[in-house]
C-alpha cells in the first residue's frame, strides 16, 4: 500500500474520521453488524471445526483385518491338518493292507493244517460223526491259535506267496503305528472265531490303543460277511490329533501398554460434535500409560477357557486445556501477601472423569489493573492415576502345541488407587499476571472422580510355546465403560482403551 | 503481534469454534465500519463482512505473522468487498457529475460537525466506482498503480474517478450543509 499521506484537506479530513481500528462500537450503535451475521459465517466455516472426528473406518479396518486373519489361520490349520490326517490314514491302511496279505498266507496255511489234521482225526476216530465236528472244531481253534504262537515267535511277518520272509515290523518309523501293530498281533495270538469273543478283542484294542499317552484315537471298524476277513478285513482309521498337555490350570505375569480414547454420545448429533471439539480442544497430548499385572486361568476344555486377575494401570496424561473467562477486576482478591487474586474454574478431563478444578491467576498490587474482557487462558495438567482392574474373561483359543490364537471378550472393573494432579498454566493473558503451580495429591479432593468403573473388554490373543510349561503371550484388547463417566446436557463421555499386554503364562 | 491475537489465532488454527467467535467479535466493528463504506446498503455490507470473516477462517493458516492480525484481516475483508462489488454490478458506469472542479476548496470546520456514521453514508450514496476508488486510495491508502490492477482498469481512470468522486463529496456536503 502507498505510504503517501493525502494533501487534499477533504482526503485528510475523510482520512481522519474514517481510519483507525477502534475495536469499540460508537454509541447509537450504528457500525454493529447483525447477530446473525456469526450464525451464518459459523454455518458456512462448518466442515472445518471438524477436527479429527474418530475414525470409524479406520477401526472398522483393523477389525476386517483381524477376523479375515482369524478365518485364513483356521482355513489353512484345518487344510494342514486334514492333509496330515490323510497321509496318517494312508500309512495305516498300507500297514494294513501289508498284514492282511500276510495273513491271508497265515490262513491258506492253516486251513492246510486244519485239512491234514481232519484227515488224521477222520482216520483215528471214523465211527463217532457228531463228535467229530465238534472236535475238529475244537482242534482247528486251538491248532490255529497255536500256530499263531509259535510262528509269531519266529516270523511274526509270515511269509510272502513266493516264501521269502516279510518284514516282522511292518512300521515306518511311527512309534504309535507300531505299538498299535504290535496290540493287533498280540491280540491275534487269543484269535477266536466266536463273534462274541471278536466283540471283546476288538474292546481290548481299542482300550490299549486309547491308553497310549499324548494321542487319541478314533477307531473304526467295518466287518466283512466272511469269517477269516472280518478279522483281518477291518479298517481302523487312526485320527492323530496332537492334543495339548493335560493342564488345566494356569497363571501368567504381564506387562501393559495402554492408550486412551473417548466415545461422545448425544441424541442430537450437532451437540455429540460441540463436545468433540471441546474434547479435542482440551486434550492435545495423550501419551501411552504403562501398566502390569497377574491372571490366573481354568482351562474348560481344549478350546475354551475362563481368566481372572488383577490389572494394575498408571496413567500418566499431560492435557492442555484452552479456558475461555470473562476477566473482572471486580472479583479480584488482595491476598496476604498483597497481590491480586483472580479465580477461574475450569473441567479437568481424567481418564476417571471430568472434575471441576480450578487456576489461580495473580498479579502485583503494583501492577496495572487488567480491564474488564473475554481472556484464553492456556492451562496444562499432568495427571497420575493409577488404578486396578479385575477382569473376568472367557477365552476360545485354537492352533497346534506351539502356537495359537485366541478370541477373548469378558467385563473389567476398574478400581482407582490414587491421583496425583498438578495443573500449571503454559501462558498467562498479561505479562503482569503470574500463576504458581498447583497440585492435588488426593484422590478425594477431586470430587466426582469415578472411584469404580465397569468396562466391556474384547481382544485377541497369540500364544507361542517356549518349553513344556511356559508359554509367551501377546494380547491386544479393546475396553469401554459400561456407563458414562460424565453426562452433562444428554451428553455423555464414555472412555475407551486399547491395550497390548505382553508376558508369559505357566502351565501346571 | 499482540498476545491475546496470538491466543486467538492459536485456537483458531485448531478449528475452536470458542476463538473463532471471540476474534469474530474483537475485529466485527472496525470490520463492518469498511464494508459499509464500499457497500450500497446495511444489507449490502453484512454480506460483505460475513463472507470476509468466512474467508479469513478458511484463509488463517496464510497469515504469516509478519504484521498486525488486524491489518492482515482488513486486507481480506476489502478484497472480499472488491469482489463482491464486481460480481454485482459493472463498477464503473457512465455518471455524469456536473461542475466538476477540483480547485474548490473546503471549509474544515463545516466538516468537523460530521460524524463517522454521516460521513459513511454520504460515501455509500456515490456511484460505485467513485466509491471503491475512493476508499481505495484515500482511506486504505493504495496507489493509483496498485488501484489500477486491483481493479482491471488503467492508471487514469482510477485518477479520474478518485476527482469526479471528491468533486461529488464536495458537492454532497455543501447540500447537507446548506440544507
Known sequence: MDK????????????????????????????????????????????????????????????????????????????????????????????????????????????????????D???????????????????????????????????????????????????????VNQKVENIIVENLDKANFDNSKEELIDKKIIQEI????????????????????????????????????????????????????RSIVADDSSISQIRKNEIKNIREKESWTTGGGVKLGFQINKNWSIETGLQYTKSEITARHLIQKQYNAASEIQNSSGDFENEFAFLLVTPMGDVESDVTLSRSAMSTAIPDQLVYIPVESNQKISFLGIPILAKYRFGNETFRLGLKGGVLANFILDADVEISTVDTPFPNLRHRKHRISNKTELENLKTTTINWLAGVEAEVKLNDKMYFLFEPSFSKNISPIFEKNNVKTYPLMANVKVGVNYLF | MEQSDKILLKGCLKGDRNAQKALYEKFKVPMFRI?????????????????????????????????????????????????????????????????????????????????????????QKLPTGYRVVFNMYVIEGYSHKEIAEKLEVSVNTSKSQLSKAKATLRKMLEKCIVG
Not at chain 1, 481500528?21 to 466455516?45: H, K, T, Y
Not at chain 1, 495305516?92 to 491258506?108: A, D, I, P, R, W
Not at chain 1, 473304526?220 to 476277513?229: A, M, R, T, Y
Not at chain 2, 474467508?55 to 475483508?77: A, M, N, S, T, Y
Open chain 1, 121 to 175: 482225526n477222520i482216520y483215528n476216530q471214523q465211527s463217532i460223526e457228531n463228535e467229530e465236528v465238534v472236535q475238529r472244531d475244537d482242534v482247528r481253534v486251538s491248532h490255529r491259535a497255536t500256530h499263531f504262537s509259535e510262528k509269531n515267535k519266529n516270523e511274526i511277518g509270515g511269509k510272502n506267496n513266493n516264501g521269502s520272509l516279510k518284514n516282522p515290523t511292518l512300521n515306518t518309523g511311527n512309534m
Open chain 2, 35 to 123: 464494508c459499509l463504506r464500499y457497500a450500497n446498503d446495511r444489507p449490502e455490507a453484512e454480506d460483505m463482512l460475513q463472507e470476509g470473516f468466512v474467508k479469513v477462517f478458511l484463509d488463517l493458516h496464510q497469515f504469516r505473522k509478519e504484521g498486525p492480525l488486524g491489518g492482515w484481516i482488513r486486507r481480506v475483508i476489502v478484497n472480499v468487498a472488491l469482489m463482491q462489488i464486481r460480481k454485482r454490478r459493472k463498477l464503473f458506469s457512465n455518471v455524469e457529475v456536473e461542475n466538476l472542479s477540483d480547485s474548490v476548496t473546503t471549509d474544515e470546520d463545516v466538516f468537523a460537525e460530521m460524524n463517522a456514521k454521516a460521513l459513511t453514508r454520504i460515501i
Open chain 1, 4 to 119: 503517501n499521506l493525502p494533501k487534499d484537506p477533504l482526503e485528510e479530513f475523510f482520512k481522519k474520521s474514517l481510519e483507525g481500528q477502534n475495536e469499540l462500537p460508537s454509541d447509537n450503535g450504528w457500525d454493529i453488524p447483525s447477530l446473525n451475521v456469526w450464525d451464518r459465517v459459523e454455518a458456512d466455516i462448518q466442515p472445518t471445526a471438524i477436527v479429527r472426528p474418530i475414525n470409524y473406518w479406520k477401526w472398522a479396518t483393523v477389525v476386517a483385518s483381524m477376523v479375515l486373519l482369524f478365518f485364513t489361520y483356521k482355513w489353512s490349520t484345518q487344510n494342514e491338518q486334514i492333509e496330515e490326517l490323510v497321509i496318517e490314514i494312508n500309512e495305516n491302511n498300507e500297514q494294513l493292507e501289508t498284514v492282511k496279505g500276510l495273513l491271508k498266507n497265515k490262513e491258506k496255511e492253516i486251513e492246510s493244517l486244519v485239512v491234514e489234521q481232519n484227515i
Open chain 1, 210 to 261: 486309547n491308553e497310549l499317552p499324548k494321542r487319541n484315537f478314533v477307531v473304526e471298524s467295518s466287518v466283512d460277511n466272511e469269517k477269516l476277513k472280518a478279522e483281518w478285513g477291518r479298517v481302523a482309521t487312526f485320527n492323530l490329533k496332537k492334543e495339548r498337555l493335560n493342564s488345566k490350570l494356569f497363571v501368567g505375569v504381564y506387562g501393559s501398554r495402554n492408550f486412551g480414547m
